[in-house]
């Protein structure tokens, strides 16, 4: 069964541009979690996807965004740059049959982005 | 709100000696999970164990074991006879049962081991 899978594994954007980042969870998981990975901040939650729905949302202003669609696959978006957005973003995927809590989460290899 | 604290940043051991990693959780509530993960210098977080609140069970899973305790909220990761692979950073993690799921992660602790 293929894991998680994220693309682009590197990006390098200009502060005030916008990037869409990409998560395509394991065959059959229908929650998607983000996390943003810094050194700073360590791993913070940043939203769940579950059925196309943002079930919950961490504590992240407004230019990050993200959607999930129908194939369970999930897009992250974060507009106008800021150089604090440079760290890994981390895409989760869990089963979530019976919308469980505690679900084990699957996570892929992230994205590096970098803003310069 | 929930927490989870890591003190150590940083672990430095000689391939086959033992460590245990520590983690104090905070919570209110009296049902939640707890978590363990890897994240190995690829960067993707490999799940390693759950445990529910209300299973104080301590578990070993060949040469990893982890001792959960209640009445100190802490749910400690040891590592017995440690090899090189076992180089990596170790998060532990809590989410509460219901409502929102918003996972609480710890800083994480680097362990480092020297052939």
């Known amino acids: 069964k293929a894991g998680v899978t994220q693309t682009p594994r590197y990006l390098i954007k200009t502060r005030g541009q916008q990037v869409t980042l990409s998560c395509s969870p394991i065959s059959g998981h229908r929650s998607v979690s983000w996390y943003q990975q810094t050194p700073g901040q360590g791993l913070q939650f940043l939203f769940e996807?579950?059925?196309?729905?943002?079930?919950n949302k961490g504590n992240f202003p407004g230019r990050f965004s993200g959607r999930q669609f129908s194939n369970s696959r999930s897009e992250m978006n974060v507009s106008t740059l800021e150089l604090g957005d440079s760290a890994l973003y981390l895409c989760?995927?869990?089963?979530?049959?019976?919308?469980?809590?505690?679900?084990?989460?699957?996570f892929g290899p992230g994205t590096r982005l970098t803003v310069t | 709100a929930q927490k989870v604290t890591q003190a150590q940043t940083e672990i430095s051991v000689v391939e086959k000696e033992d460590v245990t990693l520590d983690c104090v959780y905070e919570t209110r509530d009296t049902t939640y999970y707890l978590f363990w993960y890897k994240q190995p210098p690829s960067g993707e977080l490999v799940f390693l164990i759950r445990r529910n609140s209300f299973d104080e069970q301590n578990e070993i899973s060949g040469r990893y074991s982890w001792n959960f305790q209640k009445s100190t909220s802490s749910f400690n990761f040891t590592i017995t006879a440690s090899q090189v692979v076992d180089s990596a950073v170790y998060f532990c993690a809590l989410t509460l049962s219901g409502g929102s799921y918003i996972p609480t992660f710890g800083r994480g602790t680097s362990l480092i081991v020297h052939p």
């Open positions: 989760a995927s869990s089963l979530a049959i019976y919308s469980e809590q505690g679900d084990e989460q699957y």
């Open positions: 996807y579950f059925s196309e729905t943002q079930r």
